[in-house]
T-cell receptor, first 113, second 114 residues
Framework: SQKIEQNSEALNIQEGKTATLTCNYT??????LQWYRQDPGRGPVFLLL?????KEKRKERLKVTFDTTLKQSLFHITASQPADSATYLC????????????FGAGTRLAVHP | IAGITQAPTSQILAAGRRMTLRCTQD?????MYWYRQDLGLGLRLIHY???????GKGEVPDGYSVSRANTDDFPLTLASAVPSQTSVYFC?????????????FGQGTRLTVV
């Protein structure tokens, strides 16, 4: 069956460390992979998009990698801050850019001072 | 501030009642979407619209209907609510003229069917 897996357990890290979140998928060949941040009681907020022909994408303290052979994306937050605490969602676009997204359940990140 | 507005923010609804969740965007995005989010599950696509006048079914369309009379509005209707439709509903939009656009989400509607 087709599915997207994100670590369901919360990730707890110390402020200043690098947080690494994993997104694994099976039986998909997405054109794009996106990462969103979601705070409690709020809608998801877009962070980064990476295309199937890109290995890595960076934005400020964020870095995303995309390995279509392993069917895996890694999402890194460097120099993490307590304000980075949130749930991070991985989403695959299987519609060639029309944004009909398949989401993982998300990983909750807690950054402790 | 430009964005997506959903209404109501929350609602308790008796089973069997009809309900329309409203969604309006002011970004002139051509594509709009409705997702539901349940605990432990990822957001699941209910219906979408690539442009005004067209709609399509997503992953979990049963029990829901949508319309897209104009660019800005994309209401979601539950014709006869059932408890399994208890969820948080998110409306989203994107500019599909961009190659691989991000989706912008509303704040959500928390619906409880009793």
């Amino acid at each position: 069956s087709q599915k997207i897996e994100q670590n369901s357990e919360a990730l707890n890290i110390q402020e200043g460390k690098t947080a690494t979140l994993t997104c694994n998928y099976t039986n998909y060949s997405p054109a794009y992979l996106q990462w969103y941040r979601q705070d409690p009681g709020r809608g998801p907020v877009f962070l980064l998009l990476i295309r199937e022909n890109e290995k890595e994408k960076r934005k400020e303290r964020l870095k995303v990698t995309f390995d279509t052979t392993l069917k895996q994306s890694l999402f890194h937050i460097t120099a993490s801050q307590p304000a980075d605490s949130a749930t991070y969602l991985c989403a695959l676009d299987l519609s060639g850019g029309y944004n009909k997204l398949i989401f993982g359940a998300g990983t909750r990140l807690a950054v402790h001072p | 501030i430009a964005g997506i507005t959903q209404a109501p923010t929350s609602q308790i609804l008796a089973a069997g009642r009809r309900m329309t969740l409203r969604c309006t965007q002011d970004m002139r995005h051509n594509a709009m979407y409705w997702y539901r989010q349940d605990l432990g599950l990822g957001l699941r696509l209910i219906h979408y619209s690539n442009t005004a006048g067209t709609t399509g079914k997503g992953e979990v369309p049963d029990g829901y209907s949508v319309s897209r009379a104009n660019t800005d509005d994309f209401p979601l209707t539950l014709a006869s609510a059932v408890p399994s439709q208890t969820s948080v509903y998110f409306c989203a939009s994107s500019d599909s003229s961009i190659n691989g656009p991000p989706a912008f989400f509303g704040q959500g509607t928390r619906l409880t069917v009793v």
